[in-house]
């Protein structure tokens, strides 16, 4: 028989025989199991590989999934004793580990080009591989599963199998955030990245994910804020202006330009002086802009503005900057300069209440 | 019958050593590490220490037990009545599960019965920032446009209404995580606050 068929048989085999001894001998769910295995069986010798096994006749898969897990419920349902124990075979409690191995490796549509986009070169993986091969090793010198399972857990490797795919997707995350101007969301793949470094255990690993998620959230809509009211009305008044220098277009970017004078205390050329905002440019408006054939420097996409604005505010009453102390705006309770900003944002000075 | 507590013992103390870095989340779970170690101690034999452990059925629910109560606490410190809501339904569901089968069962069906509600301070959140766009993009825009803007402005607030029946204006100046999603003071978000009551008598007379 193909060693492909032979391993998801086995696969499939060894779950029934994990639940034999813990139902009565003359079960009809043990029954039922058995003459769906007998036809499994006969299948598989059938069959040249895997893939044809498991496509040929889906309908009896499923069945069997379905009498396992009635089986699973009437073992389940009794007290396990020592009379109707039986320990799982080291490789049954590895199955899951290479099914998992397997899925991390495969190459799956796009993934090579999202990789390369990422900076990511050499093969997938890398240190999550060496951990993998690390467990396979053990399970093939372990002589039964209590040896595998102690050894797993004594090497840190239950959890390892999880933290290192992840650190190796996060850690390109860091810079492709900051590279598309998102300090918010590189600020959250730091803290995960530290997270997968600190995690003892997967509910220590589950919660502090989830408590970083739910933080990073109003920091990502807090920063998308600051963009939108600073500088992303202005700068789209500014260009509708450019496309038609409509009466009504010149009124929208005076309006706009008044607007974040007196919420923050900004001329328009200090908008463009808020590092926040000319990160944002940089990142995200001229590299698309760009992307159309234009050849814009930061200087002269400023230059333009400030032009702009200026064409429209000719022979109107002078802009009226607030009181300096609008100069700022509210990070997690604390007042912040807008200056300081990008730096905070990126490095988010949470409340000590929430910081585990 | 082959003796594996040896074994099974090192096993139990590494799990316990992956507890101790955070003892504050793992509470349930390790008093179930350590009864079990202690009857792996006193047992006579492999047989008679099965006997006392079954399948370890409370381990697992121990580790699911302390995941919900976990987020419940941290709901709770975020002020998201909701979620933390979710969170109780699950724990008392999986408090009374039976075995592993029924478990697992239960997980799934509870997840499922509470899934709304332990997302919503997610959508909530969204929608406040939304309306507090368009909001505040009344004001940025010039009077002529400000009447056609202050409708959009009404429809996002009976949005944000229809998501968190409870919202006005006390709860956005003082709920510390929508407070946290916004980037003003005080002084302008009562500016803010008193614009959108002009704009609701507009919409309401």
């Known amino acids: ?356 | 019958m082959e003796d594996l507590r040896p074994e099974n013992l090192a096993y139990l103390e590494a799990r316990l050593g992956e507890c101790r870095g955070r003892p504050d989340l793992h509470k349930r779970t390790l008093a179930e590490y350590q009864r079990l170690i202690e009857c792996n101690r006193n047992s006579t034999s492999g047989a008679d220490y099965i006997d006392q452990v079954g399948d370890m059925f409370e381990l697992s629910r121990a580790e699911q037990l302390d995941r919900r109560a976990n987020l419940g606490a941290l709901y709770e410190r975020l002020e998201y009545p909701e979620a933390l809501e979710a969170q109780r339904e699950r724990y008392q569901a999986i408090r009374a599960a039976k075995g592993h089968i029924d478990l697992h069962e239960q997980i799934q069906a509870v997840n499922q019965r509470t899934q709304k509600g332990a997302g919503l301070h997610f959508e909530i959140l969204n929608q406040l920032s939304t309306f507090m766009a368009v909001l505040a993009g009344c004001l940025a825009e010039p009077e002529a446009e400000r009447r056609g803007r202050s409708g959009v402005a009404m429809e996002e607030w009976l949005k944000l209404k229809q998501l968190d029946p409870g919202m006005d204006w006390n709860k956005i100046k003082s709920h510390r995580m929508l407070r946290a999603s916004m980037i003003w003071d005080d002084e302008r978000l009562g500016e803010l606050e008193r614009f959108f009551e002009q704009v609701y008598r507009e919409f309401t007379r």
């Open chain 1, 1 to 356: 028989m193909d060693a492909g068929v032979q391993s998801v048989l086995d696969s499939y085999l060894s779950t029934l025989e994990t639940y034999r001894p813990r139902v009565e001998p003359g079960s009809a769910n043990l029954a039922h199991a058995d003459a769906l295995a007998a036809k499994l069986k006969a299948l598989a010798e059938q069959c040249r590989d895997a893939g044809e096994f498991m496509s040929r006749d889906g309908d009896l898969f499923t069945q069997f999934s379905g009498a396992l897990t009635e089986l699973a419920k009437e073992a389940f349902s009794r007290p396990t004793t020592s009379k109707n124990f039986r320990l799982p075979t080291v490789r049954e409690v590895a199955y899951g580990y290479h099914a998992a191995y397997d899925a991390m490796m495969r190459e799956y549509p796009g993934e090579a080009e999202l990789r390369r986009e990422l900076g990511e070169t050499g093969p997938k993986y890398p240190e999550a591989r060496k951990v993998y091969e690390r467990v396979f090793a053990l399970e093939a010198r372990s002589k039964n599963a209590a040896e595998f399972l102690r050894d797993l857990a004594r090497e840190g490797l239950l959890l390892a199998m999880t933290t290192a795919p992840l650190r190796e997707k996060f850690r390109p995350l860091v810079a492709h955030a900051e590279k598309v101007s998102q300090p918010a969301m590189a600020a959250h793949n730091e803290a995960m990245l530290a997270l997968l470094d600190r995690a003892q255990s997967a509910i220590e690993l589950e919660y502090e994910s989830d408590r970083l998620v739910e933080l990073n959230h109003v920091e990502k809509l807090w920063d998308m804020q600051f963009v939108t009211e600073v500088y992303t009305r202005v700068g789209g008044a500014v260009s509708a202006f450019l496309m038609a220098s409509t009466e009504e277009n010149r009124a929208r970017v005076e309006s706009n330009v008044r607007y974040v004078a007196a919420q923050f205390s900004l001329a328009p050329a200090d908008i463009f002086r808020v590092p926040r905002v000319a990160d944002h440019i940089q990142r995200i408006l001229l590299p698309a802009l760009n992307g159309q054939g234009l050849k814009y420097t930061y200087e002269s996409f400023v230059k333009e503005q400030l032009d702009t604005i200026a064409r429209c505010l000719a022979k109107r009453p002078p802009v009226e900057l607030a009181p300096p102390h609008r100069n700022s705006v509210v990070h997690w309770g604390k007042r912040l300069p807008l200056a300081d900003v990008l730096h905070t944002v990126r490095h988010p000075d949470r409340p000590a209440d929430l910081a585990r």
